[in-house]
């Protein structure tokens, strides 16, 4: 057996000769991981930024009604535009509280359920939309270190192959590669640590935010049910 030496101090090991002297496997692989990665980014950087319009939005919806403004003024102001958040919740509320006295309230109990209803099909909807495409972190967590495992399985079958072909242990022979198995697993890792860190975070975010807007919808529904009571006495007077 010959005896192990060193590669050329001339080979060209930079990350761009690893990928291009890879296999069309492990290039596939690399390629899947860059391309996941890039996504990830994307998606944490949109997600952070909506995330903040979300407070900020929430935070002007709270005050302006909490400010005493009449809630008809405040539903006409709102329907006219796309709303979302808690501005969401409080027009499909206010939409149900409107066709249901429009059309003649025969039961106070069977209209604070389709208020209630209404809302939370609202927050549901807003719900989806906070969360939307987390879940393609959560996959690329825990997807992409098993991806470039395989990449690094299919790279070092490559090195074994090449020993095999030439007979020598020499590292000029397996260096090749062992150094494409550990790239994809280092893609690997690029993709799915961010992942991981940012989904966390990002749902915890969603969480808070969700809550916000879930205690809105309790102190709105308290609020419509005091007005229906009221009307209801009204109406009995």
Known sequence: MDELTLAAPGSDVSIWALFWQAGWVVKLVMIGLLAASVWTWAIIVDKIISYNRMRAALNRFEQVFWSGQSLEELYRTLSERKTSGMGAIFVA????????????????LSLQTRIDKAMDLALTREMERLESRLGFLASVGS????????????????????????KSTNLAVVAPGIAEALLATALGLLAAIPAVIAYN??????????????????????ILSRQIDEKVAQKAA
């Open 143 to 166: 997807s992409a270190p098993f991806i470039g495992l395989f990449g690094t399985v299919v790279g070092i079958m490559t090195s074994f192959q090449a020993i095999a072909g030439s």
């Open 93 to 108: 509320a206010m939409r149900e509280w409107k066709k249901s006295f429009e059309k003649g309230v025969k039961s106070p």
């Open 201 to 222: 975070k990002l749902s915890s975010d969603a969480g808070k935010i969700g809550l916000r807007m879930e205690g809105f919808a309790d102190e709105f529904s308290a």
